[in-house]
């Protein structure tokens, strides 16, 4: 984990056009690298984003500078796709699933990393916000933090933002949307945001596990029955990569638009 972080910081602590060859455009590249979203909100965050597994199809794309990137990040890569599956198996089971249920799939599964840079934040310029509230895609988000700065909130609570404390050692987990739809809404995906620290600057290293890109994800059919009517449609990855564009000015979680209008 410390490894993870050092080579996050190193990479971001590279000359400004060294990063900026990872730029690019399209939000489907293996890699890429960006010093600003297009919510209006994100304003101070610059971030790489790579897919990792199966490692070895994707860590060719990756960054060769700084030149421990690829060891580093590989070997924490791989721990956390495996720490995902052992998390899964026991959701699964505790949804009442099968615990082969979806084993294979997530072998073969979604691992996207996005590496999150949030520099010193300066509240007199009311910059607060680091990263506006979202929720993620896939099953589970495994998500290792530098410093404070990550906050959730209960669907319940009316904005109010709790503070996820950073324990040196500790990462923090939570639910996507897929997690959401598979467990036919017995489960919801968290809304969080990122904050920014006025006294340091942050690092966060996020972990997304689901399905293949292009597997579609609907409600487990052992969740549906007549009192529990199946209430989202299937989607997948790609679907949530066609959706993001569109969401940017009225922000709503991705499952919210897959919800099966019960009327
Ligand atoms: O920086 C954080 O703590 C949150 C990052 C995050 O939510 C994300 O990358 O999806
Ligand atoms: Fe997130």
Redesign the pocket.
Known sequence: MDDALEAASEFFDMPAERKAAFACADIRSPVRYDTSSKDGISKARSFLKHYANPLDHWVDSWPTQPATYRKKMGTYAVEIQRLSIQLMGAIVQGLGLCPMHLQEKLGAGLQFM?L?NYPQGSSRAGDTVG?APHS?IGFI?I?L?SSP??EVTHHDDGGVWTPVPAIPGALHVHLGDHLEVLSNGRLRSLL?R?ILNTDEERI?I?SIHGAAIDEKVGCAEELVDERHPRMYRESSFHDFLDFLPTNVKAYRRFVETLKIDSA
């Open positions: 996005a999150n990263l993620d988000t998500l933090q700065g990550l969080h990122a966060s996020a």
